[in-house]
């Protein structure tokens, strides 16, 4: 079994993870420490999910995007995921 902090500097990408399994996993992958971007396409629910995250202590950043959509902002997807990386300073901002 995983032991709290034992992925602390990784950064993990739920998609789907504002709901059921998703969110579920979201949840645990933060209290083992790794940043969490949640993934989904439902902007109030993926805020809730992150919300609830950082309210745990862990780190969590919404990316609400479609990954049916082929023709998706990918570039901004990399650098909102940049911003979880254990390099990157709280009030990261895009370039």
């Known amino acids: 079994m995983p032991e709290a902090g034992e992925l602390t500097g990784k ?40 919300s609830e995250i950082e309210a745990e202590g862990g ?11 082929y023709a998706a902002e990918p570039h901004r997807v990399q650098w909102r995921l940049s911003c979880l990386s254990p390099a990157s300073s709280p009030g990261t901002s895009p370039r």
């Open 59 to 69: 780190r969590g950043l919404a990316v609400v995007c479609d990954v049916t959509d």
């Open 11 to 50: 950064v993990a990408l739920v998609t789907g993870g504002s709901a059921g399994i998703g969110r579920a996993i979201c949840h645990k992958l933060a209290r083992l420490g790794a940043a969490v971007a949640v993934m989904a396409r439902r902007e109030e629910a993926v805020a809730k999910v992150v």
